[in-house]
């Protein structure tokens, strides 16, 4: 962003289309108490790496990691190729999951279960910086409604499933085909969100 600034200075937060990932993995506190942590780490790095060569081959940008959860962005200026990208993603990790499912001795009977939620749409997308007493500091993140939605529509998500929005499902018709989950009540949602 600096570097496309003629001034160096960053660039105000706009509205942009995008599509937003949300990955978790399920069980991930009790994967830590049986392996333990060290070996919990182990495994949850080689997963995140395989994960971030999957969003990195698919233009994504890891916007946010939280233990066992990661936040990803799609940016193409083109509203289609954002959500294709984003769920050609989601399933080249379910299937890396297996892959170091295949050669990891530790993880029991079977792959760890990533769920993950994907929204498209528009969000404030950008730099924000916040001044405390002890410096400040500075993010790049989406942030707004779509956001929000995306996480709730991931926790939704069981058994390594991979749920989409109504907008992301519009936009990747013809190339892949969700089976409809209903309409869900997500917590600090007002309106009912449709599922696929």
């Not at 499912?101 to 530790?106: A, F, G, L, T, V």
């Not at 992301?168 to 085909?177: A, C, D, I, L, Q």
């Amino acid at each position: 962003m600096i570097e496309k600034s003629p001034t160096n200075e960053i660039p105000e937060s706009k509205k942009q289309d995008l599509s937003v990932l949300f990955l978790d993995i399920e069980g991930y506190t009790k994967l830590c108490e049986k392996l333990g942590s060290s070996e919990t780490s182990e495994i949850i790095e080689k997963h995140f790496s395989a994960f971030m060569d999957a969003i990195y081959a698919n233009n994504g940008d890891v916007n946010e990691t939280a233990g066992d959860g990661l936040m990803v962005l799609f940016l193409n200026e083109d509203k289609q190729t954002n959500a294709l990208e984003a769920a050609r993603t989601a399933l080249t990790i379910r299937k890396e999951t297996v892959r170091i499912y295949e050669q990891c001795d530790s993880l029991c009977y079977r792959p760890l279960d990533i769920n993950m939620g994907i929204n498209s749409g528009k969000a404030l997308v950008g730099a924000a910086k916040f001044e405390t007493y002890s410096g400040s500091r500075w993010t790049y993140t989406a942030r707004g409604n779509l956001t929000n939605v995306a996480a709730r529509i991931g926790a939704q998500a069981t058994g390594g499933s991979i749920y989409l929005s109504k907008s992301t499902t519009e936009r990747v018709k013809g190339h892949f085909s969700p089976i409809p989950k209903g309409k869900f009540k997500l917590k600090n949602v007002s309106e009912e969100i449709e599922i696929l």
